[in-house]
């Protein structure tokens, strides 16, 4: 078997394990991409690494969108609008040129590598970001979720707001906003009825009851 073959297997293996469709997860992403939408052009270029489902990218409104994820079958989820490209990450970013986006979102991604692949990673969101772009980090504070973080097999490495930040500051970004409490970790812990009232009001207040989940909106000066 060839490791493509391989790849393909793991990764249809996952979404029908782990991360299945889910249409409630487009609703929360709805909310969720007009809550940070001040973080993003409106006449930009925006790259989303790790798109899955492209439930976030989908959702923002940019005059450029583009969505990488090593899932084969990933392509048919995205919207009308929305460039696919098939491609492990793991290998890095050298598809793309240098300062060529004004944003990257990373949703639930970093986590799933090594550390030292993790930090390449982000060394190369940097490279290909517009100085004054921003990559938007949305993913488990290992801080909060400790009890279900590894119930994802798939879990590589451990951050917390603090390891996070910090690692982004080490490969040259500024913070711009931390949240150490910003979603769920998953939407089975969420317990009022997802409706996008109900979200929206949720992520603008100050308690953030079953919250595992952190962003991080880092600037590349």
């Known amino acids: 078997m060839s490791n493509n073959s391989a790849t393909d297997i793991y990764s249809e293996r996952y979404h029908a394990v782990h991360l299945r469709s889910e249409p409630a997860r487009s609703i929360v992403w709805r909310v969720i991409a007009d809550h940070l939408s001040l973080y993003i052009p409106h006449d930009g270029c925006v790259l989303e690494i790790g798109a899955g489902y492209c439930d976030w990218i989908n959702n923002v409104r940019a005059r450029i969108r583009i969505a990488v994820d090593i899932w084969k079958e990933f392509p048919r989820y995205a919207a009308e609008g929305v460039y696919p490209i098939v491609h492990d990450l793991s290998c890095g970013l050298s598809i793309f040129g240098d300062n060529q986006f004004d944003t990257v979102l990373a949703s639930n991604v970093i986590e799933h590598f090594n550390a030292d692949v993790g930090v390449m990673l982000v060394r190369e ?93 880092a600037r590349k000066p």
């Open 125 to 217: 969101c940097y490279r290909i970001l517009h100085p004054s772009g921003r990559m938007i980090i949305v993913q488990p504070n290992f801080a909060f979720s400790y009890k279900h973080y590894f119930d994802d097999y798939t879990h590589r490495a451990v951050f917390t707001h603090v390891s996070l930040s910090n690692m982004l500051k080490s490969q040259g970004f500024q913070i711009d906003d931390l949240k150490s409490r910003f979603t769920p970790y998953s939407l089975r812990d969420i317990s009022f009825p997802v409706h996008p009232f109900l979200i929206k009001a949720y992520l603008i207040s100050p308690l953030k009851p079953f919250a595992g989940q952190m962003l991080v909106v």
